[in-house]
C-alpha cells in the first residue's frame, strides 16, 4: 500500500505565476488535509477535504488560494499570482475516517523567486 | 500563547540517554499526535493518544487529559533519532478535523 504521494516534490515559481500542488491519499482514504510550513515556522493547517467537499477552509488565505479534491483524481492545492511570502513546504495528509490517524506525505517545497 | 507547547525547544542528548519531550495543551482535544520531521524531510507520524499509554520499539508517549500533558520518551537514544518532534492536537467536536501543532522540539543525539 503506497503511501501518500505529492507531487511535485521541489516547485520552483516566478512571482505572479501560479501554483499547482497534488496529493494523492493513500488507498481507502477520503480525507485530505493541507498544512503549509513556512520557513523557521511551525505546521499550520490550511483546508479540510473529503471527496468533493471543503469541510474546513478555515486556515486558507482568503485570496488566491484554493482547494479540490475531485471524485476522481489527486487533491490540488492551487496558489494563484504567488508572492515570495508562499515560498513554505505544503504538506498533504489522508486518512481513512475523520477520527483516523492522519498520513503524512513527503511535502512539496516551493520556492518563489 | 499557542495552544501547544513544547518544551524543551531543543534538546542534545548522548547516545544512549533517555529522553523526555513535553507538550502542554490549553484547548479540548480528541487525540493527540506525535510527529518526526527530519531537516528538509517528511513527517512521519509516531502515536496517536486518546488516553493512557502507547509504546513503539524504544519510543513510548504518554497522555494525561485531565491536566492536558502529554510526554514523549525515547529509551537508549541513538543518533539515527535525531530529528525534529512535533505534538499536534486534534481539536474536540464539530465537524473539523484539523490538527494545532507545537513550534516542535530539535533533537540531537551525539554518538
Known amino acids: 500500500n503506497a503511501g501518500v504521494m505529492q507531487n511535485p516534490r521541489h516547485l520552483v515559481r516566478r512571482r505572479g505565476q501560479e501554483a499547482r500542488l497534488r496529493c494523492s491519499p493513500m488507498k481507502g482514504h477520503s480525507h485530505v488535509y493541507w498544512y503549509r510550513q513556512l520557513p523557521e515556522e511551525g505546521l499550520k493547517f490550511m483546508v479540510y477535504l473529503q471527496k468533493e467537499n471543503i469541510i474546513d477552509e478555515s486556515g486558507m488565505p482568503k485570496e488566491r488560494f484554493s482547494a479540490e479534491f475531485p471524485k476522481e483524481g489527486p487533491s490540488i492545492l492551487r496558489i494563484q499570482q504567488v508572492v515570495r511570502g508562499d515560498s513554505a513546504a505544503y504538506f498533504c495528509?489522508?486518512?481513512?475516517?475523520?477520527?483516523?490517524?492522519?498520513?503524512f506525505g513527503p511535502g512539496t517545497r516551493l520556492t518563489v523567486l | 500563547k499557542n495552544e501547544v507547547e513544547q518544551s524543551p525547544q531543543n534538546l542534545t542528548a548522548q547516545e544512549g540517554e533517555f529522553i523526555t519531550i513535553n507538550c502542554s495543551y490549553s484547548?479540548?482535544?480528541?487525540?493527540l499526535h506525535w510527529l518526526q520531521q527530519h531537516p528538509g524531510g517528511g513527517i512521519v507520524s509516531l502515536f496517536m493518544l486518546s488516553s493512557g499509554k502507547k509504546k513503539h520499539g524504544r519510543l513510548i508517549a504518554t497522555i494525561n487529559i485531565q491536566e492536558k500533558h502529554s510526554s514523549l520518551h525515547i529509551t537508549a537514544s541513538h543518533p539515527r533519532d535525531s530529528a525534529v518532534y512535533i505534538c499536534a492536537v486534534r481539536v474536540e467536536g464539530g465537524a473539523t478535523n484539523k490538527l494545532i501543532f507545537g513550534t516542535g522540539t530539535l533533537l540531537a543525539v551525539q554518538p
Open positions: 484547548v479540548g482535544i480528541s487525540a
Open positions: 495528509a489522508s486518512s481513512p475516517s475523520r477520527i483516523d490517524t492522519q498520513y
